[in-house]
């Protein structure tokens, strides 16, 4: 891509047509950097080029969208299944960098790499509606890039997430994810790993199958609300086995999770009628804990009723203790409720 940045294409088919003009390259901007904040002991990072990043432009406009004659895109294809390309408004970047001084504060480059994963072709939907194979897909593309990442690039934590809904500050609507590849283990990261190095808490929680709490299951994946939700219809997707990531999944257990990633985005929409605004993470195991760690996928929705968001507020910002307007067991009973394969 101009500017040296790469552009990946995964599909079920042989990619073969020509790439037509890309957009330019963004001009350099000041790169990002982290700061350690002494008081909670966690990296803040800064990344100020990101304000200049397009902020929801109408259908026509989108960057996510295949390329045409005349239009420009960030992926050059007239049609693709899944694209991944470096994001161009990065908080994470190569190599080290000019870092500010500070009086008494440690800084550090932000060392890393940030990228896009566009789900589909289409600038409708979302992981509610794509068919299962394309989920499947997007399952594996998860999995080759922790591969490539940490494995292969030497990255110690990537996360694989979504943010979808204006309400949480999404940018673009068309169906897409992004991949955060950290040269540290966060600390929250960290110390979930760490927990499950001493005791298979997630394990447990799979094998346990509590009638309260599952919402689906099939052969080889299971989806819960867990017991210790910290957000009203919090979902958890785990496969049986303790797999430490996407990459390490078989094909039989990439399909039961693709099936029940599906279902529980629709029980989502279908509980007030709405597309939920929610927060997707694949957390898989940072480097160093592959032996212990049971992969999930975790969906914190924000809509706690249908006229009202969650938010963050004095006791979870000031005291850090989140307070749940809904038990988990009964946000798992009205999930249930709904009828994942009831829409559209
Ligand atoms: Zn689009």
């Not at 990043?53 to 295949?66: E, G, H, I, Q, Y």
Request: with cysteine.
């Amino acid at each position: 891509m101009p500017g040296g940045r790469e552009l990946l294409l995964y599909g079920r088919g042989l990619h073969e047509a020509p790439p037509l003009a890309a957009l330019p390259a963004e001009p350099p901007a000041t790169p990002p950097h982290l700061r350690w904040h002494p008081l909670l002991g966690e990296w803040v990072s800064y990344a100020g080029a990101r304000q200049g990043r397009t902020f929801l432009p109408d259908a026509a406009a989108c960057p996510l969208c295949p390329a045409a004659e005349g239009r420009l895109g960030e992926i050059p294809f007239a049609d693709f299944e899944i694209a991944v390309f470096e994001n161009r408004f990065p908080a994470l970047v190569a190599g080290t960098n000019e870092l500010p001084a500070i009086e008494g504060i440690a800084t550090s480059p932000a060392a890393g790499r940030c990228e896009v994963v566009v789900f589909s072709a289409d600038h409708a939907g979302g992981l509610g509606t794509l068919p299962v194979d394309r989920l499947a897909l997007l399952i594996e593309v998860w999995g080759a890039r922790l591969k490539a990442l940490r494995d292969e690039a030497g990255f110690a934590f990537v996360l694989p997430f979504e943010n979808r809904g204006e309400e949480i500050g999404v940018t673009l609507h068309h169906p897409h994810g992004q991949i955060y590849a950290f040269s540290f283990v966060p600390q929250r990261a960290l110390r979930a790993a760490q927990a499950q190095a001493d005791a298979p808490v997630v394990t447990r929680l799979v094998e346990a199958g509590a009638p309260a709490l599952q919402l689906d299951e099939n052969g080889a994946a299971v989806s819960f609300v867990p017991p210790f939700a910290m957000y009203p219809f919090e979902t958890w997707l785990a496969p049986r086995r303790r797999v430490p990531g996407p990459d390490a999944l078989s094909s039989a257990e990439t399909e039961a999770l693709a099936r029940l990633l599906g279902r529980s985005v629709r029980r989502l929409d279908g509980l007030f009628g709405k597309p939920m605004p929610y927060i997707l993470t694949v957390q898989a195991a940072p480097r160093g804990f592959e032996d212990s760690f049971h992969m999930t996928i975790e969906i914190r929705p924000f809509r706690r009723d249908a006229g009202k968001l969650k938010y963050l507020a004095g006791v979870e910002q000031g005291a850090g203790i989140f307070l749940v307007d809904i038990p988990p067991e009964q946000a798992a009973a009205r999930l249930k409720a709904v009828d994942p394969e009831g829409r559209a």
